[in-house]
């Protein structure tokens, strides 16, 4: 069974640098994954943050970056501001038609 | 803009069934990847479906064999109909269209309860 693992909880102090990550229990994220971020406050759904590994959604602004840090992909965030506390979840595609998200990443900011 | 609204959630008893609704405006339905993805309460996100423009479907296994999406592309409008629901059933459903590899535009979401 694919599970995608995320750090559960991470805090950051404002205007500092996080990075969270996103990873496979059964090998590595790649680009070929099309690793995909998004940004869920409660009781709202989710927004499209990142797509295909590093492509901001429209209206996102540039504090968020995605990449491949080693054997996972990896959001970026900069400049922490009090309302990005959150929750954060990637999303891979798996081929044949299947998604599967991670179990997403409460952010504190201190 | 490109907007999902949901109808159809509620109480459903185990074994019953029950169709979700999600009816799209400025975008058309038949042309378009549709997905369903849900969130247990307190939990993450979980992709439960993919409806492709070809008509291909995909699920989960969580609801592989219980779970049937289409689409009505006179009413522009997304389905899924759940069958045999468990408990574990329960939570917030969403729509949401994928292009670029990614679920962009997300409905607001309906909640479905599982319980007899």
């Not at chain 1, 900069?78 to 997403?104: H, K, N, P, Q």
């Not at chain 2, 074994?15 to 969130?39: E, H, I």
């Not at chain 2, 389905?79 to 045999?84: I, V």
């Amino acid at each position: 069974q694919t599970v995608v693992t995320q750090e559960p909880s991470f805090s950051v102090f404002p205007g500092g640098t996080v990075t969270l990550t996103c990873g496979l229990n059964s090998g590595s994220v790649s680009a070929s994954h099309r690793p995909s971020w998004y940004q869920q406050t409660p009781g709202q759904a989710p927004r499209a943050l990142i797509h295909s590994t590093n492509i901001r959604s429209s209206g996102v602004p540039d504090r968020f970056s995605g990449s491949i840090l080693g054997n996972k992909a990896a959001l970026m965030i900069t400049g922490a501001r009090a309302d990005d506390e959150c929750s954060f979840y990637c999303g891979l595609y798996m081929g044949s038609g299947i998604w599967v998200f991670g179990g997403g990443t409460k952010l504190t900011v201190l | 803009e490109v907007q999902l609204v949901q109808s159809g959630g509620g109480l459903i008893q185990p074994g019953g069934s029950l169709k979700l609704s999600c009816a799209a405006s400025y975008l058309t339905v038949r042309s378009n990847y549709m997905n369903w993805v849900r969130q247990a309460p307190g939990k993450g996100l979980e992709w439960v479906s993919t409806l492709h423009p070809d008509g291909g479907a995909y699920y989960a296994d969580s609801v592989k064999g219980r779970f049937t999406i289409s689409r009505d592309s006179s009413e522009n409008t997304l389905f899924l109909r759940m069958d045999s629901p468990r408990a574990d059933d329960t939570a917030v459903y969403y729509c949401a269209t994928n292009s670029n590899w990614h679920f962009d535009t997300w409905g607001q979401g309906t909640l479905v309860t599982v319980s007899s």
